[in-house]
């Protein structure tokens, strides 16, 4: 079954530390991969997305992701954490007409 | 992002009421869609509208039924629902219904069934 997985349901970073979000996906063709950040009481917010082209891509808030085809994988990074970043990030493919969500990993942030 | 807006932003209703949820869109989007999010579950699609037709129903049971009125305005009618349709409800919309294409997401609606 196609299927978009996020290993961490939460990770803890100390502020100013880096962070890594995985997520992995299982489909037979590259799709469009996307990463949301939903912060308490707010809907999601798009990060950054990938289509085709350079296979590290740049977002917003200073976050980057990698797509990497061998390992079906699309990371999420940022090499330095604010507090302002602790939220729940979805990582989201795009196939079909129709976006397909992962479960989600919370991140929390310790002064 | 305020280019969506949802309304109520919560609530509560017993399982014989009949309430709906709104949500209109400034983006000039020809695409809108309803999710449902609980609790580390990933979203879940309910029904996506292109250009005010139901072009996607995901199996969503019958006592929620959705309206599009314009490409504007969507709404989600509720009723006779159960504890377990207890979850944050999200509208968003996008420009076009393509794979690629970014979808804007309201606040939500915190819905509790009692």
């Known amino acids: 079954a196609q299927s978009v997985t996020q290993p961490d349901i939460h990770i803890t970073v100390s502020e100013g530390a880096s962070l890594e979000l995985r997520c992995n996906y299982s489909y037979g063709a590259t799709p469009y991969l996307f990463w949301y950040v939903q912060s308490p009481g707010q809907g999601l917010q798009l990060l950054l997305k990938?289509?085709?082209?350079?296979?590290l891509v740049q977002g917003i808030k200073g976050f980057e992701a990698e797509f990497k085809r061998s390992q079906s994988s699309f990371n999420l990074r940022k090499p330095s954490v604010h507090w302002s970043d602790a939220a729940e990030y979805f990582c989201a493919v795009g196939l079909d007409y129709k976006l397909s969500f992962g479960a989600g990993t919370t991140v929390t942030v310790r002064a | 992002e305020t280019g969506v807006t949802q309304t109520p932003r919560h609530l509560v209703m017993g399982m014989t009421n009949k309430k709906s949820l709104k949500c209109e869109q400034h983006?000039?989007?020809?695409?809108m869609y309803w999710y449902k999010q609980s609790a580390k579950k990933p979203l879940e699609l309910m029904f996506v509208?292109?250009?005010?037709?139901?072009?996607e129903n995901n199996s969503v049971p019958s006592r929620f039924s959705p309206e599009c009125p314009n490409s504007s305005h969507l709404f989600l009618h509720l009723h006779t629902l159960q504890p377990e349709d207890s979850a944050l409800y999200l509208c968003a919309s996008s420009l076009h219904r393509g794979p690629s294409d970014t979808q804007y997401f309201g606040p939500g609606t915190r819905l509790t069934v009692l």
């Open positions: 983006l000039g989007h020809n695409a």
């Open positions: 990938y289509f085709s082209g350079d296979t």
């Open positions: 509208y292109s250009l005010e037709e139901r072009v």
